[in-house]
């Protein structure tokens, strides 16, 4: 059993910045792609940005130059560093692992966190 639970979430004015964070815990052995997707009212699930476990990162263009995706592939962890934030950016994060190994030697993919909320006031 994959568990993703993310933290970091909060309310901040536009142009400040918040830092989430997602640790996954369970029986895995490795990790290929770590990611954070958003979803705002009345819009679809969108992704955020997105690593590799060798390190390729993928962003929206909405949030290039500004938000910066990073994680520990031992511990497990990805992180959302996110600058310069914007009211259009309030949306509830996910934290997302694909292609997920367990030490079983099992395989998984597509494992969600519940979201955590960030509101960017104006």
């Known amino acids: 059993q994959v568990q993703l639970v993310e933290s970091g979430g909060g309310l901040v004015q536009a142009g400040g910045s918040l830092r989430l964070s997602c640790a996954a815990s369970?029986?895995?052995?490795?990790?290929?792609?770590m990611g954070w997707y958003r979803q705002a009212p009345g819009k679809q699930r969108e992704l955020v940005a997105a690593?590799?476990?060798?390190?390729?990162?993928n962003y929206a263009d909405s949030v290039k130059g500004r938000f910066t995706i990073s994680r520990d592939n031992a511990k497990f962890t990805v992180n959302l560093q996110m600058n310069s934030l914007k009211p259009e950016d309030t949306a509830v994060y996910y934290c997302?692992?694909?292609?997920?190994?367990?030490?079983?030697?099992?395989?998984?993919?597509?494992?969600w966190g519940k979201g955590t909320l960030v509101t960017v006031s104006s």
């Open positions: 997302n692992a694909d292609r997920v190994v367990t030490i079983w030697g099992t395989y998984g993919m597509d494992y």
């Open positions: 369970g029986s895995i052995f490795s990790i290929n792609a």
């Open positions: 690593i590799t476990s060798g390190g390729s990162t």
